[in-house]
């Protein structure tokens, strides 16, 4: 595990674009990620790739 695995982030804007570039960076270091974004549908995917 890295550095960061108890370490927790809050994304807006995380569902596509570069949100979503930041989302995938922040869960491969480690993070807890929260993605927040007025694009429910978009931020459905997203979590997808995510989830481990």
Do not use: K, W
């Not at 807006?12 to 491969?28: K, N, S």
């Not at 974004?37 to 790739?49: N, Q």
Request: proline fraction near 2%; glycine fraction near 18%.
């Amino acid at each position: 595990m890295t550095e960061f695995a108890d370490r927790s982030a809050v994304v807006t804007g995380g569902a596509r674009g570069i949100g979503a570039a930041v989302v995938a960076e922040l869960v491969m270091a480690g993070f807890g990620v929260v993605i927040a974004d007025l694009l429910t549908e978009d931020g459905s995917p997203a979590s997808g790739r995510c989830a481990g």
